[in-house]
């Protein structure tokens, strides 16, 4: 069984700065992929940011420039550092990642969300 623990959501005022954290646990042989999506008042879920084990990272337009994501020191840990957020940067941020139980075996999990809230 694989866990994600995703956390740091909060209430921040417009051009403000919030650190979203993630940290995956259980029977993982090796993650290939961790991220971020979000999800809006009715909205679809939207990705983020993704970082894959090497690095290469990918970003939403909307976040270019503005938001980081980084991996954290910690084993199977991944970041989201968000600088310079907008009121349409609200929503519940959810953390993934693409999960190797054995050498073959891939599946997807999620965290269970983190609310930011980006007063005007």
């Known amino acids: 069984q694989v866990q994600l623990v995703d956390s740091g959501g909060g209430l921040v005022q417009a051009g403000g700065s919030l650190r979203l954290s993630c940290a995956a646990s259980?029977?993982?042989?090796?993650?290939?992929?961790m991220g971020w999506y979000r999800q809006a008042p009715g909205k679809q879920r939207e990705l983020v940011a993704t970082?894959?084990?090497?690095?290469?990272?990918n970003y939403a337009d909307s976040v270019k420039g503005r938001f980081t994501v980084s991996k954290g020191n910690a084993k199977n840990t991944v970041y989201l550092q968000m600088n310079s957020l907008r009121p349409e940067d609200t929503a519940v941020y959810y953390c993934?990642?693409?999960?190797?139980?054995?050498?073959?075996?891939?599946?997807?999990?999620w965290g269970q969300g983190t609310q930011v809230t980006v007063s005007s």
């Open positions: 993934n990642a693409d999960v190797f139980v054995t050498l073959n075996r891939v599946s997807n999990y």
């Open positions: 259980g029977s993982i042989f090796r993650i290939s992929l």
């Open positions: 970082i894959t084990s090497g690095g290469s990272t």
